[in-house]
T-cell receptor, first 111, second 113 residues
C-alpha cells in the first residue's frame, strides 16, 4: 500500500499549547481518517472525513479534508498530558478497500 | 463482543513453524481487515473481507500468508513456514460498512526466533 507523508515526525510541547500536524498524499483520497495509538494498544479512531473541504471537530480536536483531496490536517487545542501518543493519518481512494496509513506523529506533552 | 478481540496476544514461534492468528470482530460488523504494523510504522494493509468473501488480498506479502473468514464472523490469518522477517504486530480491524472508520483490536505480537 501507499505510505502517506505525515509531519512532523514528533512534537514535544507544554501543556496548554495548540498542536498542528498534517498528512499529504500523491493520490486523491475520498476518505481521510485520524487515529491515536497509545502504547500497547491498537489505533483508536478520532475523526473521519468524507468530503473535500470538510472541517470536523471532536472536542478539542479539529480535522480538515483538504480541497485538493490530497491532504488533511489535525489540530489539537489546549493540549493536556493525556494527549500523549502517536497520531496516524489514514486515507482511502475510490479504487481500493485498504486504508493507507502515515508513519505517525509522536506527541509528548509536559505538564 | 464489545470490541475486536484477537488471540493470542503474544506468540513466539520457531522459524519454519506455522502459526494461526485469530480475530473475533465486533458483532454485526460486515467488513474485516488484517493489518501488520512494524515498530515505528503505521499499519500496513494485508487483506479485506466483506462477510465471508475475501475481496482484497493484495497486501499479503507472499503465498505463505493466507486468511479465511468462513462464516462471515471470526477470521484466521495463517502464516506457513514462518521466517524472522514475519515478526511484527498483526492487527485485525472491523467496521459496519466499507467506508466507515475501523475499530482495531489490540493485536497479536508475533516473534519468530
Amino acid at each position: 500500500g501507499q505510505q502517506l507523508n505525515q509531519s512532523p515526525q514528533s512534537m514535544f510541547i507544554q501543556e496548554g499549547e495548540d498542536v498542528s500536524m498534517n498528512c499529504t498524499s500523491s493520490s486523491i483520497f475520498n476518505t481521510w481518517l485520524w487515529y491515536k495509538q497509545d502504547p500497547g494498544e491498537g489505533p483508536v479512531l478520532l475523526i473521519a472525513l468524507y468530503k473535500a473541504g470538510e472541517l470536523t471537530s471532536n472536542g478539542r480536536l479539529t480535522a480538515q479534508f483538504g480541497i485538493t483531496r490530497k491532504d488533511s490536517f489535525l489540530n489539537i487545542s489546549a493540549s493536556i498530558p493525556s494527549d500523549v501518543g502517536i497520531y496516524f493519518c489514514a486515507g482511502r481512494s475510490n479504487s481500493g478497500y485498504a486504508l493507507n496509513f502515515g508513519k505517525g506523529t509522536s506527541l509528548l506533552v509536559t505538564p | 463482543g464489545a470490541g475486536v478481540s484477537q488471540s493470542p496476544r503474544y506468540k513466539v514461534t520457531k522459524r519454519g513453524q506455522d502459526v494461526a492468528l485469530r480475530c473475533d470482530p465486533i458483532s454485526g460488523h460486515v467488513s474485516l481487515y488484517w493489518y501488520r504494523q512494524a515498530l515505528g510504522q503505521g499499519p500496513e494493509f494485508l487483506t479485506y473481507f466483506n462477510y465471508e468473501a475475501q475481496q482484497d488480498k493484495s497486501g499479503l506479502p507472499n503465498d505463505r500468508f493466507s486468511a479465511e473468514r468462513p462464516e462471515g464472523s471470526i477470521s484466521t490469518l495463517t502464516i506457513q513456514r514462518t521466517e524472522q522477517r514475519d515478526s511484527a504486530m498483526y492487527r485485525c480491524a472491523s467496521s459496519p460498512l466499507i467506508n466507515y472508520g475501523y475499530t482495531f483490536g489490540s493485536g497479536t505480537r508475533l516473534t519468530v526466533v
